[in-house]
C-alpha cells in the first residue's frame, strides 16, 4: 500500500494522496472471478449480498491445537442443529482465532523455522504456511446452499495454508460466493442474530479489493 502527498498551494491548506494497494491484502473481498474465469467481478456482485445475516461458527479451540485445522460439514451440521437452516442472504464467518496474531507474520502465517516469504496473502501456497481454513467438503455444502451469498475467515486465505490447489476457493468462487479474507476480531459475534455489512472498494472489473467488514450486534 502506497500514499503520495504534494503540497501544491501556500494561499490554504490541501491534501490530497496518490493510493494504490493489492486487491488481495489487508482486510478484503475476492470476487468470484479470482478463482473462477466468468465469475461475477467486484463491481457485478449485487449490492444487496453485502448487507446479510452473520453467522458465525468459531473452531477456535480446534485451531489453537493443530493450524492446519479445517471448517468440516460436521461443524456445519452441528451450526444447524442448534440453530436452524441458513436463511438468505448469509455470510458465513468463520472464527479461528487467528486474528489475534496478526502483527505477528511467522504466527499469522504459521511459518516453521522462521522461513521468509514474498506472497500475496492468497497466493501460490508453500508446505512452510500452516494456517486454518475452510475444508473442500464443507465449501461443497456452502456452495449448493443458497442463502449463503459469501464466506468470511481470520485467515490469510480461504483455503488451509497447506492446501496446494485451493479447492475451496474455487468451489465456492464457481457458485459465485464472495469470500472475505484477513477479517479481524469476531470474538463478539454471535452465532446468530447479528448483521454483517461487507464494503468494498468498488473496482470495475476488479477480482477483489479492499473490504471495510462491519457487524452490527443484535
Excluded at 516453521?112 to 464443507?138: C, M, R, W, Y
Amino acid at each position: 500500500m502506497q500514499f503520495g502527498y504534494k503540497n501544491i498551494t501556500t494561499v490554504f491548506r490541501y491534501e490530497a494522496n496518490t493510493f494504490s494497494a493489492s486487491e488481495h491484502g489487508g482486510t478484503h473481498m475476492d470476487a468470484p472471478a479470482h478463482f473462477w474465469k466468468g465469475g461475477w467481478t467486484l463491481d457485478q456482485i449485487p449490492v444487496e449480498r453485502l448487507v446479510a445475516n452473520a453467522a458465525l461458527i468459531d473452531i477456535e479451540d480446534r485451531s489453537q491445537k493443530d493450524p492446519d485445522s479445517i471448517l468440516t460439514p460436521d461443524d456445519l451440521a452441528d451450526w444447524k442443529r442448534q440453530h436452524g437452516s441458513f436463511q438468505y442472504p448469509t455470510i458465513l464467518l468463520v472464527r479461528t482465532g487467528n486474528a489475534k496474531y496478526w502483527s505477528d507474520s511467522e504466527r499469522y502465517f504459521g511459518l516453521q523455522n522462521g522461513t521468509a516469504i514474498e506472497k500475496e496473502s492468497d497466493g501460490p501456497a508453500t508446505p512452510e504456511l500452516h494456517f486454518p481454513g475452510v475444508g473442500a467438503e464443507a465449501a461443497r455444502l456452502l456452495a449448493d446452499d443458497p442463502a449463503i451469498v459469501g464466506v468470511g475467515i481470520d485467515t490469510p486465505s480461504m483455503d488451509p495454508g497447506n492446501a496446494k490447489t485451493f479447492p475451496t476457493h474455487v468451489i465456492l468462487y464457481a457458485a459465485n460466493k464472495f469470500g472475505l479474507e484477513n477479517v479481524g476480531d469476531m470474538s463478539r459475534v454471535p452465532a446468530t442474530g447479528a448483521t454483517i455489512l461487507a464494503l468494498p472498494m468498488k473496482i470495475g472489473g476488479g477480482s477483489g479489493g479492499p473490504c471495510r467488514v462491519l457487524v452490527r450486534l443484535p
